[in-house]
């Protein structure tokens, strides 16, 4: 206890870690040490909490103590403690909810709560880390706290673990008193951004009555902060943002921050509009997405784009991640991740409730998936479309839920612009800094209903007359302004009416000039990355063969440990093998099949990202593209040592999510379509868990944005008896998704089909997602396997000839998937001679050319059988049916599981019984 008759500001942080110390473990401290935080403690506890043995409540309320201790040590002590307290809990009672006159008060935070009375106000006190120590009156301390914490920012960052940052933080919140003090310039452009935004709205208002615009009145001032980042970008070394936003004031955003040019926009509100594309089925206005260039005051470039967009909230914010990753690399920014910087604006329901918000908040540190750090900012409104608060979230704040990656949450009232532009700027320094996401809470409100038709009087009439009443932030900034000496009320007028002038001129050359309209929309069309949509699909493509020499070269790395390396017996023992069949020229398997299109890529220039939830190893143990020595755990990737000059090969465990990784893997695939970007279902029936990113993104992303992704998934599938969620990838619902050409939809059956089909990806001059049905256990079977000839001369085949060519057959199967093995084997087992397999590889889209000139060999065919071993409502066959019916002239018999309310039944042995009846019924039918 002596020590603390010196405490000052270089013991702050040594009391600072005692007391954390304290607070887990008090008995690893001196007793004096004890003595003085639990007199701490009491000077910030609850009076109406239950007293320590050594406290008692006075008459007063105040605390008295009879631990012995001098009074000026108790008093110390309930100053640190209420430094303790404002910094946690005085956002509490921030001046937030611009609705309301009032702050909230805390009773927590009360003089008497903090254990001082009145007569403690003038007694002066150290401030221990407050401020770098030193001395102040009690008085001056608490408002200056109270400035601090509870003025129209209230800030939550006690929940970050580590002393680092919570110092940066607080040495940039405390001095300066969370009081913004921007030059005039950068409050006058505030106030101009705001201007425009409140202005465009009532423009759209007046002259577009009756059209959907989800307008952002009420939250003006988001503007005013996004203007703020783009201006601050270039000095902290950021050249790029990459933004995801909903609905609300999505088109103000894209007009006054991404630059989009009001002609453009005007254009497609007009009546006459019809949009150009000659294909595909186009957006509403509030989904569209755009990228240029902001040209900051200081005459600086920021590239800034703003994400396309589907209805499904929050559902882009994965997208984002991933979009930002990709650009990350095209800016060879792959370490510290600064020159781009991914932004997300939120509602405040969607926010809280959405799970694939989480989901993205645990990438935010994962090797593969972090992009140095999201801001986030929160347009909180209040609402969501009818429901208040109270029945949309259990949590105090609609942002609690990033609090569990430990990063800070400022919440700001939007009627305050300049406090927004100052925590903007700080939450770039801060992301800046350590790579880590902020959140940005706006506290605002929605001045009309959910949007331009709806009435929200229906359901908060009190709330809306209120808001009735509210003045335009512009106003309330104005005053500031000019109480400040900022403005004169003249020039506020003369900005306002200037601005009203050049929208209305906007406005009517648009009316008038279908020509100019046309030019303006072509100028204006972003540069990058979007291609006019054309649902073009060719069965061509370079060839995908490979060169033996080449291969071998693949191969032998693919086959071969480093000296000094000490491998799992057993995975040595399989590169051997794999070796020696290399060498052979037969019996490639799977997993080698997919590592030579992988190496062979690589060694062409070609980069590749796997990326899924184990698939270092492989869930079914197959791939091991990463191998680990058993004495000490070094990682060796055989794929990132093909060649010197090879480009990255990146394989990336992934957390256990669906939604947000595919979502993350689909947004890097648009912005690196150079890359081979791959993502694995742990098992295909998980997919499911990322339907919205399936549906709403890589079935439609071409038709809707003109968007094209080559991704690939891989669907584990295959009815082998695991039960109801370990059989099917759902291959009918990509089936009954395919149109114009949208997707590729395969199930493959050998290694070789699997290299083809993966080089083919790259090799082609456009890009369409590919759906693959991937195999289990064929990924052992032994007749599963290729010739090397199969890799140096084949090519992918959409349908699969019987390789055993009947002659003559009277039945002909088609089939896809594992099920031809089986087929195969009863075939051959029954030495049967008059019927033909023929696998479809490719479902969608279907050579049906090929199919016919295949079945030229078979003339005189007299039946014709689907065989798949999915329940009858699933699987290939409601698909095929029609098609083999018009190809073939006759109606296909069905051979399969019947019709079934759930993919697979739970029973092994009841699964076998199903399997060699419906195989059994392909040849009798
Ligand atoms: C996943 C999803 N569910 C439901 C909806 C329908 N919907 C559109 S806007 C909205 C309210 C959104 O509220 P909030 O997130 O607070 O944003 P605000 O509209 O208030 O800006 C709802 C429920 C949707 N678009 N997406």
């Not at 403005?487 to 000039?513: C, G, M, P, Y």
Request: charged share 25%.
């Amino acid at each position: 206890m002596k020590n603390l008759t010196f405490a000052n500001r270089w013991n702050a942080d040594l009391i600072d870690r005692y007391y954390e110390n304290w607070l887990r473990q008090p008995e690893s401290l001196e007793p004096d040490w004890r003595a003085f935080f639990e007199g701490f403690e009491l000077g910030h506890s609850r009076s109406d909490a239950e007293p320590s043995p050594t406290a008692t409540a006075t008459a007063t309320g105040a605390i008295a103590t009879n631990t012995g201790l001098p009074a000026d040590q108790i008093l110390q002590a309930r100053v640190i403690g209420a430094i303790y307290a404002y910094r946690g809990i005085g956002h509490t009672q921030a001046h937030l909810n611009p609705l309301q006159p009032e702050a909230p008060q805390n009773a927590r935070l009360s003089l008497d709560r903090l254990g001082f009375t009145a007569a403690d106000l003038d007694k002066n006190c150290f401030t221990g880390n407050y401020l770098q120590g030193g001395t102040m009156t009690v008085r001056e301390l608490l408002a200056r706290l109270h400035s601090t914490y509870c003025g129209t920012i209230g800030i939550e960052y006690l929940q970050i673990q580590d002393t680092k940052r919570r110092r940066w933080l607080q040495a940039r919140i405390e001095p300066t008193n969370m009081k913004p003090a921007l030059p005039r310039a950068e409050k006058l452009r505030a106030l101009q951004k705001i201007s425009e935004a409140e202005i465009f709205e009532s423009f759209l208002h007046t002259r577009y009555k009756g059209q959907k615009r989800f307008s952002l009145e009420g939250g003006e001032t988001l503007i005013a902060a996004l203007d703020a980042l783009a201006e601050r970008c270039p000095q902290m070394g950021v050249e790029e943002l990459v933004m995801g936003m909903a609905h609300r004031g999505r088109l103000n955003v894209l007009v006054n921050i991404v630059g989009k040019s009001y002609e453009y926009l005007f254009r497609e509100f007009s009546e006459n509009y019809l949009p150009d594309t000659t294909h595909g089925d186009g957006d509403v206005k509030y989904h569209l997405g755009y990228e240029a260039d902001f040209t900051t005051s200081a005459g600086k470039i920021v590239h800034i784009g703003l994400a396309d967009n589907p209805s499904h909230l929050e559902a882009v914010d994965p997208v984002v991640q991933g979009k930002a990753r990709a650009r990350l690399r095209r800016r060879g920014d792959m370490e510290e991740r600064k020159k781009v910087v991914p932004v997300l604006i939120h509602g405040d329901a969607a926010f809280i409730a959405q799970g694939v918000v989480a989901e993205v908040f645990n990438l935010s540190r994962l090797t593969g998936y972090r992009t140095g750090g999201t801001l986030h900012f929160v347009v909180n409104n209040q609402i969501g479309f009818t429901t208040e608060p109270k029945d949309a979230r259990s949590s105090l704040y609609c942002t609690d839920i990033a609090k569990m990656i430990e990063v800070p949450v400022f919440h700001v009232n939007g009627d305050d612009p300049l406090a927004m532009v100052m925590v903007t700027q700080l939450a770039l320094d801060y992301r800046q800094a350590f790579g880590d996401d902020v959140v940005i809470d706006m506290h605002c409100y929605r001045r009309y209903g959910h949007n331009e038709m709806d009435e929200p009087k229906f359901t908060q009439p009190t709330l809306y007359q209120q808001i009735d009443q509210h003045p335009h932030v512009s106003q309330i900034l104005t005053q500031r302004l000019i109480a400040d000496g900022d403005l004169t009320e003249v020039e506020a007028i003369q900005f306002s009416e200037q601005f009203q002038q050049s929208l209305d001129e906007i406005f009517t050359r648009v009316r008038k000039n279908e020509e100019d309209q046309k030019a303006a929309r072509e100028s204006q069309r972003p540069s990058s990355l979007r291609t006019p949509f054309r649902p073009y699909y060719s069965f061509d493509s370079e060839p995908t063969s490979v060169a033996p020499e080449n291969l071998e070269k693949v191969a032998r790395v693919l086959t071969t440990i480093p000296e000094n390396f000490d491998a799992n017996p057993k995975i040595r023992r399989q590169l051997e093998e794999k070796w020696a069949a290399f060498q052979k020229g037969e019996g490639l398997d799977w997993a080698m099949g997919e590592a030579m299109a992988f190496g062979t890529l690589l060694q062409e220039g070609t980069p590749v990202r796997l990326s899924g939830q184990d698939v270092e190893r492989g869930t079914f143990s197959h791939r091991h593209a990463v191998l680990y020595d058993v004495t000490n755990r070094t990682p060796y990737v055989p794929l990132a040592n093909i060649s010197p000059q090879q480009p990255r090969f990146c394989v990336h465990n992934s957390s256990l999510s669906e939604y947000a990784i595919l979502g993350f893997d689909y947004g890097y695939s648009l912005d690196y379509p150079e890359l081979l970007c791959l993502w694995e279902a742990q098992f295909g029936d998980f997919a499911n868990g990322a339907q919205v990113i399936i549906d709403q993104f890589i079935t439609s992303s071409e038709s809707k944005w003109q968007r094209t992704s080559g991704i690939v998934l891989l669907l584990p599938h295959g009815y082998e008896g695991q039960g109801p969620e370990h059989s099917s990838g759902r291959v009918e619902r990509f089936l009954q998704a395919c149109a114009e050409n949208n997707i590729q939809v395969c199930n493959l059956t050998t290694p070789a089909q699997l290299f083809h089909a993966l080089r083919r990806q790259m090799k082609r001059t456009f890009r369409k997602p590919l759906i693959i049905m991937s195999p289990k256990s064929l990924l052992r079977r032994k007749d599963c396997v290729s010739k090397l000839a199969d890799f140096t001369e084949g090519r992918f085949q959409e349908v699969l000839d019987d390789p055993l060519q009947p002659k003559s057959p009277k039945r002909i199967i088609f089939c896809s998937g594992k099920v031809y093995y089986d087929l195969n084997t009863v075939r051959n087992d029954n030495n049967i001679r008059n019927t033909a397999i023929l696998r479809v590889e490719q479902f969608y889209p279907l050579n049906t050319d090929l199919i016919q000139r295949l079945l030229k060999n078979y003339a005189g065919f007299e039946k014709i059988v689907w065989c798949q071993e999915e329940p009858r409502n699933m699987g290939g066959w409601a698909f095929m049916a029609p098609i083999l019916e018009q190809i073939c002239g006759m109606k296909p018999v069905y051979a399969g599981r019947k019709a079934s309310a759930s993919p697979a039944c739970g029973s092994s042995n009841v699964h076998k019984i199903e399997q060699d009846a419906l195989v059994e019924h392909a040849f009798n039918a």
